[in-house]
C-alpha cells in the first residue's frame, strides 16, 4: 500500500524537484531578467495578439504589437526625460533667485522660531562644493580605476535591454504551443486541480492588470490636468510619472510629489504656486484611494498593498529591476494559494475541532 503523507516517495520527489529549481533560479538570477521580463510582456500582450492573429496570421499580428510597443516605450521617453535635463538647466539658471527667496522668506522663519540666523548666497554655496570636492579628490582616480567594471556593467544592462524584445518575439510567436507542452507535463492525477489553480491565477492577475491599467490611464490624465490647471509648466511629464508608477503604493505619488514640488520651487516667484501643485497631488491621492481604485479595481481581487510591497522587495532583490515586474504575478499566486488554504482549513477536521474519524457504531 502506498505511503501517505511525507511516506509517500512522490513527496519526497516533487520536495527535491522543487528545491532544484529554485536552486537553479537563484543559481541563474542574472542572467534570468530578459527572459522573464520577456515572459511576463508576453502574458500581458497575448490577448491583443489572439486578437489580430486571424486576420494578419501570428507572426504579423506579433510584429505588429511588438512595433506599438516600442513607439509607446520610445513615446514615452521622449516626454519624461527632457523633464529630468530641463529641471537641471532651470535650477542651475535660477539657483540664485531660490537662494534669495530663502533668505526674504525662510530665513527670518527660521530666525523667529528657533533664534538661529542663517544666510544663503552663491558664495557659500561654492565655497561649500570647493570643499566637498577637495576633500573627495581620491574618488577621482577610484572612479577611473573602476571604469572597466562600470563598462562591463552598462555593457550586461544594454545586452539585457536588447534581449528583451528578441525573446519576446519568440515567446509570443509560440505562446499557445508553449502553454499546451506545460500542459501534457502536469502529472495525470494532479491535472484537473493544477489547471484549476493556473485558471484561478491568470483570473485574478487578468482582473488585476485591467483595472490597473484603467486606474493609471485615468490617474495620468488627472495628474496632467491638474498639474496643468495649476499653472505648473512640466505638468505632462510630471502627469505621466505620478500616474504611470500608481500599481506601485505610494512610491508613484512620493516620486511625482517631489519632482512637482521642485520644478513648482523652480518655476514660481511665490510660494502660491507651490501651494497649487500640492493641491493637485492632494486632490489625485484622495481621487484615486477613494474612487478611481476602488471602482476600477475593487476589493474582489484581494491584493492588499503591504502584500504588493512585500513582493515588490522580494523579487526585486532576487531579479534586480525586472523582478518588480514578477512582483504581481507572484502576489496574485500567492494571494490564490491563501485561499484554496483558508478553504481547505475552514473543511478540515482541525477547524471543526474532529478527529475526522467516527467510533464504531456511531453514525452512517
Known amino acids: 500500500m502506498t505511503g501517505t503523507g ?54 504579423i499580428a506579433v510584429l505588429l504589437v511588438l512595433t506599438l510597443a516600442i513607439i509607446v516605450v520610445i513615446g514615452i521617453l521622449l516626454v519624461v526625460l527632457p523633464l529630468f535635463y530641463k529641471e537641471a538647466r532651470m535650477m542651475s539658471e535660477r539657483l540664485p533667485d531660490f537662494l534669495a527667496w530663502l533668505n526674504n522668506n525662510v530665513a527670518p522663519w527660521v530666525l523667529t522660531q528657533f533664534g538661529v540666523e542663517i544666510r544663503f548666497d552663491l558664495d557659500t554655496v561654492k565655497q561649500l562644493t570647493a570643499q566637498v570636492l577637495q576633500s573627495n579628490q581620491g574618488i577621482v582616480p577610484r572612479l577611473l580605476g573602476s571604469l572597466q567594471i562600470g563598462g562591463l556593467v552598462l555593457l550586461g544592462f544594454l545586452i539585457n535591454i536588447l534581449l528583451i524584445p528578441v525573446v519576446l518575439f519568440y ?26 489553480i493556473a485558471k484561478e491565477v491568470d483570473a485574478v492577475l487578468a482582473e488585476f492588470l485591467r483595472g490597473q491599467t484603467l486606474v493609471i490611464v485615468v490617474m495620468v490624465c488627472f495628474y496632467s490636468l491638474a498639474l ?80 504588493v510591497i512585500f513582493a515588490l522587495l522580494a523579487f526585486g532583490q532576487v531579479f534586480g529591476f525586472f523582478g518588480v515586474l514578477l512582483a504581481l504575478p507572484a502576489s496574485a499566486a500567492l494571494l490564490v494559494g491563501l485561499r ?6 475552514l473543511a478540515s477536521p482541525l477547524y471543526a475541532g474532529t478527529t475526522g474519524t467516527q467510533p464504531k457504531g456511531e453514525g452512517r
Open 6 to 59: 511525507f511516506a509517500n516517495p512522490r513527496v519526497w520527489t516533487w520536495l527535491a524537484i522543487a528545491l532544484i529549481a529554485a536552486w537553479l533560479v537563484w543559481l541563474l538570477s542574472p542572467i534570468l531578467a530578459p527572459f522573464l521580463a520577456g515572459a511576463i510582456f508576453a502574458y500581458m500582450l497575448n490577448p491583443l495578439v489572439n486578437r489580430l492573429t486571424p486576420y494578419t496570421g501570428r507572426v
Open 228 to 307: 496643468w490647471v495649476a499653472g505648473l509648466q512640466f505638468a505632462l511629464p510630471v502627469g505621466i510619472i505620478t500616474g504611470g508608477l500608481v500599481f506601485i503604493p505610494y512610491v508613484g505619488a512620493f516620486l511625482g510629489f517631489v519632482l512637482g514640488t521642485v520644478a513648482a520651487l523652480l518655476q514660481f516667484d511665490s510660494f502660491t504656486g507651490v501651494l497649487f501643485v500640492w493641491l493637485a497631488f492632494a486632490l489625485g491621492q484622495a481621487l484615486e484611494g477613494m474612487a478611481v481604485t476602488p471602482l476600477l479595481v475593487g476589493k474582489r481581487i484581494g491584493l492588499h498593498p503591504v502584500a
Open 171 to 196: 515567446l509570443l510567436r509560440d505562446w499557445n504551443e508553449l502553454l499546451a507542452k506545460v500542459d501534457r507535463m502536469i502529472p495525470v492525477p494532479r491535472h484537473e486541480q493544477v489547471v484549476g
Open 340 to 345: 484554496r488554504m483558508g478553504r481547505a482549513y
